[in-house]
């Protein structure tokens, strides 16, 4: 029997792995590439996130000095009402026993109720202030959760790029862009609002 061509099976089997090779190789540098670009978009949210959510302190800080401010006007407001309670039972001590009081006592309680009324304008505007300070401050906490929810999903698609190139799956590679897409998404989103 005649023997038949000889197949040399050891080529073979370095031709089919050079091209496994090649095109695995070509499969993880477009992972890779994919990674590099989420990781480079993750820094920048992860950097958007932390300054927003400083800036947002500083104004809840800054709310805070305002409202300690106001409560102090508060204060005053009311020391300067009890002066002027005084100033008018003493007044009132000397209508009582039928004599004219002096007009100092009229006033004074003339006055204090002058000052009170620019003390309150004074406290009023200090909680006006405190207000758009807080409401500020709430928008940005706001946003920093869209900076860090982004962050997070970049994480999530990073991790799934190292899974994917670690199994050579496609479609975990997939599921890689379409998460780090979301997060690219959620940052656009948040960066515009």
């Known amino acids: ?9 050891e080529k073979l089997h370095e031709v089919i792995k ?7 190789g070509a499969f993880l540098k477009q992972i890779s590439i994919s990674t590099a670009i989420l ?3 993750a820094a920048i949210a992860s950097l958007q996130a932390g300054a927003t959510v400083n800036i947002a302190l500083v104004l809840k800080t800054e ?3 305002l409202q300690s ?4 006007q508060w204060a005053y407001f009311q020391a300067k009402g009890v002066k002027a309670a005084i100033q008018e039972t003493s007044r009132s001590a000397w209508l009582a026993v039928d004599k004219t009081p002096p007009p100092a006592f009229e006033e004074k309680i003339k006055r204090y109720g002058e000052e009170q009324k620019e003390i309150r304008k004074a406290a009023q505007e200090k909680e006006k202030e405190r207000d758009e300070k807080l409401k500020e401050s709430d928008h940005l906490f706001h946003r920093h959760h869209g900076f860090a ?13 190292a899974v994917a ?3 050579r799956h496609r479609l975990v590679w997939f599921g890689s862009l379409l998460t780090g897409t979301g997060g690219i998404l959620l940052f656009a989103w948040t960066l515009l609002h």
């Open 63 to 65: 709310a805070a000095r």
């Open 69 to 72: 401010e106001a409560s102090d």
């Open 18 to 24: 050079e091209e496994l090779e090649h095109e695995g």
């Open 1 to 9: 029997m005649p023997e038949g061509p000889e197949i040399e099976l």
């Open 149 to 161: 929810n982004s962050v997070a999903l970049f994480q999530v698609s990073i991790a799934l790029g």
């Open 39 to 41: 990781a480079v978009l």
């Open 165 to 167: 190139a670690l199994t």
